[in-house]
């Protein structure tokens, strides 16, 4: 097994203000955007067949599944956009820089990480109060992901809309060659949705179980819980923002 | 633009005077062409104000890799009706599917009309031009399609681009598209390009775009890739009149079903119409008897760029290539999930078994201070 | 000898190219050319059989559904699919309609202006013109008013010096030869069938959504039967359909019949002109019960062999000796070498261009020379067609045939030999059209009966989806398109199509020569036609156009 500097014996814990309240709102606004958008998205992909003797007027409800999703659209859009903004005013733990690889260093931890976390081979724990350069990456492809869903989604918006702000977006089907690609493209992403909330889930679990740094926690409170003896040498390193 | 076609233009009266001949001189030549055509004498005052009447909008029509449903829709527009565009309204100078010379002469109607109205004729292409080959997959006259295209735009006022084939090259441009069908926008550059997509247009369509430049002296308003915005700047689906079932969810599950016969949405059965654009459910197909819909079929997207491979006409979702008919989003989605799943599992077993040393010791750590609470 | 080019041939569908070698003012020699390819077979390799009908509906535009009607029936012959009696009636009709609006369209817009000299219309008397007309039909329009408003039109319009589609035609050539007020009638109705064709075509648009390219379904037809609901098929739409019917059954009978019976008694002499080969092939099509049922075909299926109408060959599709496809004048490559012939089942289309390089004056007719195949029935060039059907249904004894034959042939006093010829195929169009447009109505009639006795079902889904299927299933679909026999090849494996092949009337008509150099319907019609000026070959566009090519089909 790896390295470990934890001990059986009691560490001493640095409580570590890492998640801003900004970033809490943030966070469980997507995550909460995020379902409904896939499975309002779902039911629109693929209705299921209920069978009704109603007249069309009485029932509206495929109309509301849309509208429900639309809305979680607008919100999505506004909630992304104010994340970008903080990444460039909130704290360190916030920061852009997470996020985009800027350096090889960046790469070699990432691999790391891989071989440590992932398929639980020999590597060294990097040791992170933020977010991991793993993590902080794919949460890069995630936002490339919502960029992707939010140009597709709102370019097939803006034909049912008079309003600029989803015409903004009316060149996007000229673009890809006609509304049927944005729509497939727009379906096809929303699987990587899935697959992230899944994994994601997990792994914060995971972080949570085999760090005790209270990763579950941190999402709600802010605070994540690091050993002394780490938050020392992290110190040393100037600029860090892990 | 446009409109100088035929504000511009002299008439036979006036391109005489230029040359010097006065105006008995151009009474005579009345007379003398009466004469020929065999008209009585009152024909000279015809001729004569016909002559110093403004021409017909010279057009070239060509074909090209096509089936020529796109001349036959023309020819079902009934508003106006075709009669009185070809006799009244302009000049069909050429096009193979109508006109009496061939051959040589036909050949000769559009050297002509390229010649005199240089600069002036509108070119209608219907078709697409293979480049595969050198050309070999269309020719005409010992000529390839692509040379006479290019001859022929030369001195076109403006192309317009009769349905998909022209417009987005259509079923010949299908994959994996054996002769290279290459629609016109992508061969002639500097002249303005009007689309016309639809396999084919609606007849109603074609004539309104002819006679939007006619009328109005201008080409019409076109949208981010070239449509006429009068016909393309809607979709399908949201002038559709089974719409109100779509927003209530109620569907045609499959053909014929009692949900068919109460005409429910069609979505399900693989519209395309959320994602058409095209003004078949306003103007109709002809003269306003039905369309695709109307008549319990789904809309398959014939006016969209690549429609023939936008996935099966009877699904809603793409395919992915390689895949399979069966293998859509979904499908694809659901195993990566399940596979996901799996490594999840394992990944948690091995966790327990590869990393029980650190997960021991912090357990290790929390009973030791647990142990030590209790010392105290 | 003077080898002549007309390319393009005009007033048809698609790129034909004639090329022909003249002595002593006739044809010794002609050669016929598709020059223009788009390989939809290849293009439905892998595709969903279902969708099939919708690309090969696109091989043509004029005679738009036939190629939908035979592709649904191949996938629905492969998949066993059993069709509702009412989806086969509305079929039948759509048929018709095809048929009928395809052949005025053609005589008129197409073959007409063979006939009719434009130019001289403007010196007729609109009196005598009215006489004339009122003398051949009942139609109400034909007043000395009609005719002498439409002279001033037509008068107007040469005067604008601007003649538009009627530019360069060979007007006063010494081969026309109708009076003026016959040339004038001649005009007058090329103008109302422009008006009165996008009338019959709305058939196809109530019961498939749209004219030309109307939809059609495999299993079925998509457009229920509604009569309690205002969508679907109900009363209004069905009385519409009546309507259509009627009309144009009185537009053929007033208008397109008389007009024919005017203009041949002038043009006797191509009673003689233009017959060729002489044998004729028939697929069969518009069975009073079920499309299986071929002993109840209104068309009779069948092939006649050099003119012998006392006896009809029977025609199997499925026997791989009987219908093959061969390219040794044609630019493709078999895996197998040019010296055979392949059945559709295991047809192949792999293009092999060896044509000059354009731009080029001649082609070399001795190699290969098209974008044909040619097809052969048990080895003999055959000609499908109106006229290839009248005679298999005047020699089949059928009532209805011998009636419109017989009368036909007593008005124009001519032998029934002068059908073998380019007059007796312009004819033989005519007479089916008759024939059509009263069986259209029969259907109708039909079809109301059927749904009155409480059957309202168009469609049959049951083996719809893909997972019902068989892994491989082989099947043959068949119609008589309006230009001919038309059959349509399917290997489905695994769901998908594994070979698609078409055998198409203008391909069996239109075709280059075989194997031992055999010409085809066209290039044997042309031969000894004669010519009189070879700089205004109008003599070929007569023989050519009474086939009323399209080659958009004859290639696909
Ligand atoms: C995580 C984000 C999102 C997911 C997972 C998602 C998922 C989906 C799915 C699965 C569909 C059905 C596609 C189909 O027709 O097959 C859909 C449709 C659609 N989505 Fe989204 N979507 C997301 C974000 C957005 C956004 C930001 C917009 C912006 C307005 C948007 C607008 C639309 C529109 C307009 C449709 C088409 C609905 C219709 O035609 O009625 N989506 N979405
Ligand atoms: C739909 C569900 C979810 C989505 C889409 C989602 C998305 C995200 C994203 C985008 C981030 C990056 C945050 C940033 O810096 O901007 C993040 C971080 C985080 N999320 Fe979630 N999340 C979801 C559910 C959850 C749940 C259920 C938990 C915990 C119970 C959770 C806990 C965390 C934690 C602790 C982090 C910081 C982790 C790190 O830096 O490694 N998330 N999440
Ligand atoms: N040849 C041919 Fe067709 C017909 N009739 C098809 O099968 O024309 Ni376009
Ligand atoms: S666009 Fe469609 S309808 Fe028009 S010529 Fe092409 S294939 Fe025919
Ligand atoms: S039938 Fe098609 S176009 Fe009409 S509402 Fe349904 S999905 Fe939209
Ligand atoms: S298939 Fe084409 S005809 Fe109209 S309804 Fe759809 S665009
Ligand atoms: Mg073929």
Known sequence: ????????????????????????????????????????????????????????????????????HFVAAYIFLFNFLFRIYWGFVGNKYASWKNFIPTNRQYFKDMWNILKSDIFMTKGYNVHTIGHNRLAGFIYFMTFIAFGIQC???????????????????????????????????????????????????????????????????????????????????????????? | ??????????????????????????LKFCTMIAAYMGLQSSGAAQVAEALKTKPRVPVIWLHFQECTCCSESFIRSSHPIVADIILDKLSLDYTETLMAAAGHQAEEAMQKTMKDHYGEYVLCVEGSVPAGADGVYCMIGGKSSMDILHEAAAGAKAVICWGSCASNGCVQAAKPNPTKATPIHKIIKGKPIIKVPGCPPIGEVMAGVLVHILTF?????????????????????????????????????TFDDENAKRGY???????????????????????????????????????????????????????????????????????????????????????NLRKHKVVDELIAEGKQSEHELKKD | MARIVVDPITRIEGHLRIEAEINNGKIEEAYSSGTMVRLIEEILRGRDPRDAWAFVGRVCGVCTTVHSLA?????????????????????????CAQNIHDHVVHFYHLHALDWVDVVSALKADPKKTSEIAQSISHWPKSSPGYFSDLQKRLTKFVESGQLGIFANGYWGHPAYKLPAEINLIGVAHYLEALEWQKEIVKVHTIFGGKKPHPNFLVGGMACSISLDDSSGINAERLAYVHQLLKQAKEFVEQVYIPDLLAIAPYYLDWGAIGGGLGNYLVYGDLSTSSYT????????AGAILNKDLSKIHEVDLRNDSEVQEFIPHSWYEYAGGDGVGLHPWKGETKLNYTGPKPPFDHLNVEEKYSFLKTPRWKGNAMEVGPLARVLVGYASGREDFKEVVDSTLSKLNVPATALFSTLGRTAARGLETILVSQWALEFYDQLIGNIKSGDTRMANMEKFKPETWPASAMGVGHTEAPRGALAHWIDIEDQKIKNYQLVVPSTWNASPRDLEGKPSAYESALKDTPIADINKPVEILRTIHSFDPCLACAVH
């Open chain 1, 1 to 68: 097994m790896n390295s470990t500097t934890v001990s059986s014996k009691p560490q001493l814990l640095r409580r570590v203000f890492v998640w801003e309240l900004p970033v809490r709102y943030y966070h469980w606004l997507n995550a909460g955007c995020i379902l409904v958008l896939i499975a309002t998205g779902l039911i629109i992909g693929d209705p299921p067949a209920i069978m009704t003797s109603k007249e069309a007027h009485s029932s509206y409800w495929f109309g509301t599944t849309r509208f429900i």
């Open chain 2, 1 to 26: 633009m446009l409109t100088e076609i035929s504000t511009q233009r002299k008439t036979y009266y006036e391109e005489l005077q230029d040359k010097g001949y006065s105006r008995r001189d151009f």
């Open chain 3, 293 to 300: 049922d071929t002993q109840n075909y209104k068309f009779p």
């Open chain 1, 151 to 242: 140009l597709t989604g709102f370019g097939l918006y803006s034909a049912m809309s008079d309003w600029w702000l989803p015409n903004l977006f009316s060149w996007v089907p000229y673009l890809l060659g006609g509304d049927f690609m944005v729509r497939t493209i727009h379906h096809w992403a929303t699987w990587f949705f899935i697959l992230f909330t899944v994994v994601h889930v997990y792994l914060v679990f995971y972080h949570d179980y085999v760090e005790g740094h209270g990763e579950i926690s941190s999402m709600g409170g802010g605070w994540k819980f690091i050993e002394e003896e780490i938050f020392k040498r992290k110190k040393k390193i100037k600029n860090s923002n892990l």
């Open chain 3, 71 to 95: 592709s649904i029936r191949a996938v629905e012959d492969a998949l066993k699919i059993v069709v509702p009696p009412n989806a086969e009636l509305v079929r039948n009709l759509m048929f």
């Open chain 2, 265 to 351: 949405c069609l979505y399900k059965v693989g519209c395309k119409g959320p994602s058409t654009y095209n003004a078949c459910g306003i103007i109709k197909w002809n003269n306003g008897t039905s369309y695709p819909i109307q008549s319990g079929h789904g809309c398959f997207g014939c006016s969209e760029e690549s429609f023939w491979d936008n996935g099966p006409i009877y699904e809603r979702m793409v395919n992915a290539g390689g895949f399979g008919i069966e293998q859509n989003a979904d499908k694809v989605g659901m195993v990566a999930l399940g596979v996901t799943a799996a490594g999840i599992a394992a990944h948690a077993v091995a966790t």
């Open chain 2, 217 to 253: 002296d201008t080409l019409p308003a076109l949208d981010g890739i070239g449509r006429p915005k009068a016909f393309y700047s809607k979709r399908v689906h949201d002038s559709c009149y089974r719409r109100p079932y779509y927003d209530a969810g109620m569907f045609v599950e």
